[in-house]
């Protein structure tokens, strides 16, 4: 039973550690075409809470 437990717990690490890296990789992926292929001022703005609400409300027109 401790070893079905610590198997689990593996495979569970592995999940969120490639979730993890998926979203680092994401992340970078926005920054680097939203500061030079997009030609924005500060390309770390990207990941700003405020630019994802100006981005949502173009789409949703509120």
Known sequence: MKDELR???KQV???FLVLFL???VF???LVI???IIGGGDN???ILSPDKWQSIISKFTGK
């Open 33 to 35: 075409g939203y500061g």
């Open 7 to 9: 198997y689990v717990g």
């Open 13 to 15: 690490g592995i999940v």
């Open 22 to 24: 998926g979203l680092l």
């Open 27 to 29: 992340a970078v992926g």
């Open 43 to 45: 390309p770390w703005s």
